[in-house]
């Protein structure tokens, strides 16, 4: 028979086989599942904590969050719900929850300050951002003071105070004289860490009128100065400045030396609290003569060399980044040749909460189990609150499926419509750590991802796989079959992964055929197809050779190729890794390059590169021209440099206990010295075939000795190194194995904690495999009761925690730990301090009561209980409270218990009650808390709230219904807060940044609508809507009217828009009647490819230049006005010109040469007909040429507008033209007509001005009334 115990344990067992906890369902991030996937929010970002804004900026409080429904945001300030359209200085950035705060119509930053906290929700949960404590930088002035001059005796200590005004954030200080130069500081003189400048003692040439003490604000960027001190020093002899010396710093003079004695801190000892992971600055400034030197201690061991540091002359001792070994018993000791003096600091390193197990995000079919776990450390220990869409769990509806223990929830046989997300909130008295993770049940059926009938081409021999992504919950099985036929492909040489992939492991061409992944769950099932081609390798079966050529023969490289031949192949080459363009002189075939008549400019690198669409080979060789007196000179001095051969040959030598002397042989550098050798080694205990580096060494080294652990069986290679890369492995040495030892490591992360009321649970992280150091690792816990002076209790186990069982309800215990083997035990770690379990508190609070109540807040009293009945750490008194009904009649509530924690020790404990709504009845009732528990309940009190303002209506609607009416829709506020008599409307126009006459409208609470009749269908109305009770006027709910559909202003228009496009920029010209310089113009370019759009806005006046356009690319443009945008032009269509690629000298082209030749043979010919028809007194006839009429074309102001009059009557007559004084005159034979006389367009050092000025048409340049060239400089503007 088993006894109460044996079926204790045998249930406990059963539960254990029963439970399954599935592994968490991971989404694929692919759109097809993402967009049909319901996600709750997720905050993604959010501002920082303690949130210091600069006053002269508009103020950003970040809030981004994703999930499907797309969240809404809401906030809460100061821990009320905070209405945007109440404040007009307030907005929300769409799709986010960012909050915009400007000032440019007024208002102090200062009102804004305050406690934050943004809320996403969609239909699946709600999301909480931390709470963000917004403070405004402060930069206040500095007291006025007046100073009198201090006087002091030479050789006696001096402390000139600063006192610099508290700042936000606090200032920076510091000393300087009247001329701005910084007060010298030195081991005598210095500055401490409250800004007082300190002098250890005074010398008379310390006598000065300006000592000042200066604050620097980092935030306004300004400094403030105090008023400045007048130093006087008496001396008993006479001073001159000419006497001092650095030897001699009295000139001579008798003054009196004194012990050292302490100017900072006071007394003999002193107490120091710092946080984990900050800095730790430590100060001792002593007084005396001669200057004492300081210097540190730490009681009880060695100051960390790597982590502390001096400054200050020694007399600061700072450490950064804290950690809890750091705290102890600190000494600073000055002393000069008359005496010492000590002062302790004892520290106490105290920490914020910090993650051990951060909770995340949990994705499950229906049926399945998971959990969350929120495991977090600190000093105070923290206390760990759950919390299910923003709400206490305790106040959430019951879910049979879910269970709290402390740090973890628990999720059995979770069903559909459970999703939420879950906050956990980890706080003690010096911070809180909040994560949201989200719980998503999710019924999906399988579904195939991939691509369908997809076809792989695969190089034979080679490992390939076969993707089929899929997904589905539950998460499907998933199967391969081959041709339609077998019963699934696994094993041999198939291998499936558990994310559907197939692996063939040798793909032969037996292999190829059609293969079917299927995926089956309750739900149904989904399956694929892919086909596989098996192909033969390309490769290159005869490589180019490295080869010299004498300048002026001929070179020839082979890459000759063998491939598929079902599978096209292309074949490159490159010099020195760049295309290599085949000219007139270079020739390549199929299997090789010719390089004829070779320079020196031919000598590089030629590389052969082979591709096909799924594989490629590559060859190189080196081409060195030499001169033909240079025949004989060694080919490979002219090979380029290459990776070392590897070091052969490694013996060891030497062989201690953790120790061995490792030799090689050097390979050939390939003309490139060895700069290192890397040594790696392998053991084949704990991760067998595994190579890991283990020392780096110069390369004038091959004998190295080599520290090892123990008990590990090694074997090493070497690396070289230079500078081409690495060589291959080394063989490997023969085997070496190390004597095992007692391990060095101590256990990390040694903690302990109650789960129970009776246990304590003691933790730790187990040691890594190097470093056992022995086998049979195990571990030696020791612990007892805190400050008993009892003996140890010790245990030895294989695991990584023990529960120590039968301790009495939370209390402290030592704990430390020590790791063992065969070989004997290590270090003992230092002790720790941990608790046992807490029980529910016994007693409750009596006598609650209230003392004064107004609309929102209610002041509450109450005896506490006696701490001893806690029963664990005192957390905090528990007040629960719910609005048991309002008092506007027919108003239904919500009678849902809220809480709110007050920690008080005192003994006549209060608190105030707030974010309550008026007009109420309310009910409460208060606990005592620990971590785990609640106590009993407290009497309960029923009190009422006073009438308050309203809150704002629940929507206010704007419908613009025709040209001149626009209609007002709004619907009683959700909390009225009181009777409503009225609501209120306050309304003006509003024209850019003007704001017209504010009107009054008040209405009866029983109306819900107004309709107002426009002056004018183009105005613009903002209307603030309220509703008032007695008490007031509620939240205001601000709305501005809407445009009209499709309105426009009559008179503007945007027409003949025209564009000149070369391959990556266009000039881009349109006309317009906009008042000249009074517009802004936006030019939209739409890439007929991919349709994407990229918009330009101009300032400047057309023509424009538009820089950074693809070559060759097809453009949709039209240009329309910034501040009008119905106001557009047509859209036209052009293409730009193509790039040029491939540059060649046209100067050495024959068909150029001989094209220039016959042009100078042809005008030769004219020239010397011309030279006879003149001779023999003939005319040419020019005169009776008869010019074509221009187009006439739009003339340009200075200003850059246009003038639209007809410029016929400014043309020269028929047959005529313009001379360069302005007057008209017959046409002679001349070639200033044919460009090539007169005078040109040209800058001071011969460029062509029309490079940069704006292109002129042909009768601009030849039929202007000036023959000064105009040169407006355009605007470039760029796409990107």
């Known amino acids: 028979?088993?006894?109460?115990?044996?079926?204790?344990?045998?249930?406990?067992?059963?539960?254990?086989?029963?439970?399954?906890?599935?592994?968490?369902?991971?989404?694929?991030?692919?759109?097809?599942?993402?967009?049909?996937?319901?996600?709750?929010?997720?905050?993604?970002?959010?501002?920082?904590?303690?949130?210091?804004?600069?006053?002269?900026?508009?103020?950003?409080?970040?809030?981004?969050?994703?999930?499907?429904?797309?969240?809404?945001?809401?906030?809460?300030?100061?821990?009320?719900?905070?209405?945007?359209?109440?404040?007009?200085?307030?907005?929300?950035?769409?799709?986010?929850?960012?909050?915009?705060?400007?000032?440019?119509?007024?208002?102090?930053?200062?009102?804004?300050?305050?406690?934050?906290?943004?809320?996403?929700?969609?239909?699946?949960?709600?999301?909480?951002?931390?709470?963000?404590?917004?403070?405004?930088?402060?930069?206040p002035l500095w007291p006025k003071e007046v100073l009198e001059p201090v006087m002091v005796t030479e050789g006696s200590p001096l402390v000139l105070p600063c006192n610099p005004p508290p700042g936000l954030p606090p200032p920076y200080t510091f000393w300087m004289n009247s001329g701005m130069v910084p007060i010298p500081q030195d081991k005598r003189v210095s500055m401490g860490l409250n800004g007082d400048l300190y002098f250890s003692n005074v010398l008379a040439k310390d006598a000065h009128t300006d000592y000042s003490c200066n604050a620097r604000f980092p935030f306004t960027h300004t400094i403030q100065q105090k008023n400045p001190f007048t130093l006087r020093v008496q001396t008993k002899e006479l001073y001159n400045d000419t006497s001092y010396n650095a030897t001699d710093p009295y000139g001579g003079r008798k003054v009196a030396e004194s012990t050292p004695n302490f100017l900072s801190p006071s007394g003999s000892e002193s107490t120091k609290m710092v946080l984990r992971d900050e800095k730790l600055l430590l100060e001792c400034i002593a007084a005396g003569l001669p200057t004492p030197t300081v210097k540190w201690f730490k009681k009880g061991g060695d100051l960390p060399a790597r982590k502390v540091k001096f400054e200050n002359y020694n007399k600061t001792l700072k450490i950064i980044n804290v950690s809890e070994e750091d705290a102890g018993e600190y000494v600073c000791m000055a002393n000069n040749h008359l005496g010492s003096i000590r002062h302790s600091i004892f520290v106490q390193v105290k920490a914020a909460p910090y993650w051990l197990d951060k909770p995340t995000n949990l994705v499950l079919a229906p049926d399945e189990n998971g959990r969350l776990v929120c495991r977090a450390n600190g000093n105070p220990k923290p206390n760990i609150q759950w919390l299910i869409n923003g709400q206490p769990v305790e106040s959430s509806p019951p879910n049979p499926s879910r269970q709290e223990l402390g740090d973890t929830i628990i999720f059995r046989s979770v069903q559909m419509g459970s999703s939420a997300v879950y906050q956990c909130n980890a706080s003690n008295q010096h911070g809180y750590l909040l994560a949201n993770a989200f719980v998503s049940?999710?019924?999906?059926?399988?579904?195939?991802?991939?691509?369908?009938?997809?076809?792989?081409?695969?190089?034979?021999?080679?490992?390939?796989?076969?993707?089929?992504?899929?997904?589905?919950?539950?998460?499907?099985?998933?199967?391969?079959?081959?041709?339609?036929?077998?019963?699934?492909?696994?094993?041999?040489?198939?291998?499936?992964?558990?994310?559907?992939?197939?692996?063939?492991?040798?793909?032969?061409?037996?292999?190829?055929?059609?293969?079917?992944?299927?995926?089956?769950?309750?739900?149904?099932?989904?399956?694929n197809q892919v086909r596989l081609e098996v192909k033969e390798p390309t490769r290159i079966v005869r490589a180019p050779e490295h080869q010299s050529a004498i300048r002026g023969s001929t070179a020839r490289f082979n890459c000759k190729v063998k491939s598929d031949p079902t599978l096209p192949i292309t074949v490159t080459w490159t010099k020195d890794d760049k295309p290599l363009n085949m000219g007139w002189r270079l020739r390549k075939d199929e299997e090789s390059l010719t390089i004829p008549n070779v320079n020196e400019g031919d000598e590089g690198t030629y590389s052969c590169t082979v591709k096909s669409e799924i594989d490629q080979d590559s060859a190189s060789a080196r081409l060195t021209v030499l001169e033909e007196a240079s025949l004989n000179p060694s080919v490979s001095s002219a090979l380029p440099p290459d990776r070392p051969d590897p070091p052969i040959d490694l013996d060891l030598s030497d062989p201690a206990a953790r120790s061995i002397r490792l030799t090689w042989i050097p390979g050939n550098d390939h003309r490139s010295p060895v700069t290192q050798f890397l040594v790696q080694f392998e053991e084949n205990r704990w991760e067998p075939g595994r190579w890991q580096n283990l020392s780096t060494y110069p390369g004038d080294l091959n004998s190295v000795i080599l520290q090892l652990a123990p008990f590990v069986n090694y074997q090493f290679r070497v690396i070289a190194i230079n500078s081409v890369g690495q060589s291959k492995p080394s063989r490997p040495s023969l085997r070496y194995k190390t004597s095992g030892a007692a391990p060095d490591a101590i256990p990390k992360g040694l903690r302990g904690w109650g789960s129970k009321k009776d246990n304590m649970e003691i933790s730790w992280e187990p040691l890594l495999d190097l470093e056992r150091n022995g086998p049979n690792l195990r571990y030696n816990v020791w612990w007892r009761r805190k400050e008993l002076e009892e003996e140890w209790n010790n245990v030895t186990t294989m695991e990584s925690k023990y529960v120590v069982q039968n301790t009495e309800t939370y209390v402290p215990y030592e704990i430390k730990i020590q790791a063992m083997n065969e070989f004997g035990p290590g270090p003992e770690s230092n002790v720790v301090t941990g608790y046992s379990g807490e029980d529910k508190p016994t007693d409750a609070p009596t006598d609650l009561q209230m003392s004064k109540v107004d609309d929102t807040t209610a002041h509450i009293h109450w005896k506490p209980v006696d701490l001893n009945s806690v029963q664990g750490e005192f957390k905090e008194y528990r007040l629960y409270y719910w609005r048991e009904s309002s008092l506007v009649p027919g108003l239904v509530v919500s009678k849902e218990k809220k809480t709110k924690g007050f920690y008080s020790t005192v003994a006549g404990p209060s608190g105030i009650l707030s974010d309550l709504v008026p007009y109420s009845k309310y009910k409460m009732f208060m606990v005592v808390a620990n971590n785990r528990f609640e106590g009993p309940p407290s009497n309960t009190v029923e009190f009422t709230t006073k009438e308050g303002v309203p809150d704002a209506p629940r929507f206010f609607r704007i419908n613009r219904r025709s040209f001149d009416t626009i209609?007002?829709?709004?619907?009683?506020?959700?909390?009225?807060?009181?009777?409503?008599?009225?609501?209120?409307?306050?309304?003006?126009?509003?024209?850019?940044?003007?704001?017209?006459?504010?009107?009054?409208?008040?209405?009866?609470?029983?109306?819900?609508?107004?309709?107002?009749?426009?002056?004018?269908?183009?105005?613009?109305?903002?209307?603030?809507?309220?509703?008032?009770?007695?008490?007031?006027?509620?939240?205001?709910?601000?709305?501005?009217?809407?445009?009209?559909?499709?309105?426009?202003?009559?008179?503007?228009?945007?027409?003949?828009?025209?564009?000149?496009?070369?391959?990556?920029?266009?000039?881009?010209?349109?006309?317009?009647?906009?008042?000249?310089?009074?517009?802004?113009?936006?030019?939209?370019?739409?890439?007929?490819?991919?349709?994407?759009?990229?918009?330009?806005?101009?300032?400047?006046?057309?023509?424009?230049?538009?820089?950074?356009?693809?070559?060759?690319?097809?453009?949709?443009?039209?240009?329309?006005?910034?501040?009008?945008?119905?106001?557009?032009?047509?859209?036209?269509?052009?293409?730009?010109?193509?790039?040029?690629?491939?540059?060649?000298?046209?100067?050495?082209?024959?068909?150029?040469?001989?094209?220039?030749?016959?042009?100078?043979?042809?005008?030769?010919?004219?020239?010397?007909?011309?030279f006879i028809k003149r001779s023999r007194g003939g005319k040419y006839p020019v005169r009776d040429k008869k010019d074509l009429p221009l187009d006439p074309v739009d003339q340009k102001d200075q200003d850059g507008s246009f003038d639209y009059h007809s410029d016929e009557d400014n043309k020269p007559l028929q047959g005529s033209q313009t001379s360069l004084d302005g007057n008209v005159k017959e046409s002679d034979d001349s070639l200033v007509d044919y460009g090539e006389g007169g005078d040109g367009q040209f800058n001071e050092d011969g460029s062509f001005i029309g490079q940069y000025t704006v292109k002129k048409d042909k009768d601009e340049t030849e039929g202007n009334e000036s023959s000064e060239a105009t040169s407006p400089v355009n605007a470039i503007y760029s796409l990107a």
């Open 1 to 139: 028979m088993l006894g109460q115990d044996g079926h204790a344990v045998l249930a406990l067992v059963l539960m254990l086989l029963l439970w399954r906890e599935a592994a968490p369902i991971e989404v694929p991030q692919d759109p097809k599942i993402l967009q049909d996937l319901k996600q709750p929010p997720t905050i993604v970002k959010q501002s920082v904590k303690d949130y210091i804004v600069d006053p002269r900026d508009n103020i950003i409080i970040e809030c981004e969050a994703k999930g499907n429904p797309v969240p809404t945001f809401s906030w809460r300030r100061n821990g009320k719900f905070f209405n945007i359209g109440k404040d007009p200085r307030v907005t929300m950035r769409k799709r986010s929850g960012t909050l915009e705060i400007g000032f440019r119509s007024g208002g102090r930053p200062e009102d804004y300050e305050g406690e934050y906290q943004c809320f996403a929700t969609n239909d699946l949960g709600v999301a909480l951002s931390n709470k963000i404590l917004l403070r405004v930088s402060k930069a």
């Open 441 to 527: 049940v999710l019924d999906m059926p399988p579904r195939m991802l991939g691509p369908k009938n997809q076809l792989i081409k695969v190089i034979e021999n080679n490992r390939t796989f076969l993707d089929c992504p899929f997904f589905g919950s539950p998460l499907p099985e998933l199967r391969w079959f081959k041709n339609g036929q077998g019963s699934g492909l696994d094993g041999g040489q198939y291998r499936v992964y558990i994310n559907g992939t197939l692996e063939i492991k040798r793909a032969r061409a037996e292999d190829e055929g059609t293969y079917t992944c299927l995926a089956n769950s309750i739900l149904g099932s989904a399956e």
């Open 967 to 1170: 209609h007002l829709q709004w619907d009683k506020p959700l909390e009225p807060n009181g009777i409503l008599i009225a609501y209120q409307l306050k309304y003006h126009t509003v024209n850019g940044s003007r704001v017209g006459h504010t009107q009054l409208e008040t209405f009866y609470p029983n109306v819900t609508d107004f309709s107002l009749r426009l002056p004018d269908r183009s105005t613009r109305y903002k209307f603030f809507l309220s509703a008032r009770t007695t008490v007031g006027a509620g939240e205001v709910f601000a709305e501005e009217s809407p445009h009209f559909a499709n309105e426009v202003v009559p008179g503007r228009e945007i027409w003949n828009l025209t564009v000149e496009p070369n391959s990556n920029y266009a000039n881009v010209s349109w006309r317009h009647n906009f008042p000249a310089g009074s517009s802004e113009f936006v030019l939209e370019f739409t890439l007929d490819s991919d349709k994407t759009v990229k918009v330009v806005p101009v300032k400047q006046q057309p023509p424009i230049t538009v820089a950074d356009l693809i070559a060759g690319a097809k453009y949709h443009l039209r240009v329309y006005s910034h501040e009008l945008n119905s106001v557009s032009s047509k859209s036209v269509t052009f293409k730009t010109k193509a790039a040029y690629i491939d540059q060649v000298d046209i100067a050495t082209q024959g068909w150029f040469i001989g094209l220039m030749c016959a042009i100078a043979l042809i005008i030769l010919i004219l020239l010397i007909v011309c």
